[in-house]
């Protein structure tokens, strides 16, 4: 199974509240997804690593495209509040990292998925 790829045009967009915030969602084929990460329009690589990785992870994941690429995960109980636990440990890390002086060795500043799998060829590439 690979994911999905789809203009912007061709899925329903909404709103839903969770955990106390809101967040986007699309509709495709009476299945409902969350927003998992948003790429610009030079990352598109990165965008289909992310979705390719999850799908391989057992997660259906969409991305559609426009002037950037979204990457989308099925709403399913186990698997969007897994990403979104990720996504607060995450958070938290970088709130602590602020407040901790850098190294000026820091490999990465940006997002790091390789912790949500197991035996992923592509964790490197998203590191």
């Known amino acids: 199974m690979s994911p999905i790829i789809l203009n912007e045009h061709q899925v329903h967009r909404f709103n839903f509240y969770l955990d106390g ?3 986007q969602g699309i509709q495709h084929n009476n299945l409902l997804y969350g927003l998992a990460h948003i790429f610009n329009d030079k990352e598109r690589l990165k965008a289909y690593e992310l979705a390719n990785s999850l799908t391989e992870a057992n997660l259906r994941s969409i991305v559609t495209v426009s002037t950037r690429y979204h990457v989308w995960i099925q ?6 509040a897994h990403w ?3 996504i607060a440990k995450r958070n ?9 002086p850098q190294p000026v060795k820091q490999r990465s500043l940006g997002w790091n998925y390789s912790h949500l799998f197991q035996a992923n060829p592509f ?3 998203l590191a």
């Open 123 to 125: 964790a490197e590439a």
């Open 21 to 23: 915030e809101i967040h």
């Open 75 to 80: 709403l399913s109980v186990a698997s969007y």
């Open 92 to 100: 938290e890390k970088a709130a602590l990292n602020q407040q901790k």
């Open 84 to 86: 979104q636990e990720c």
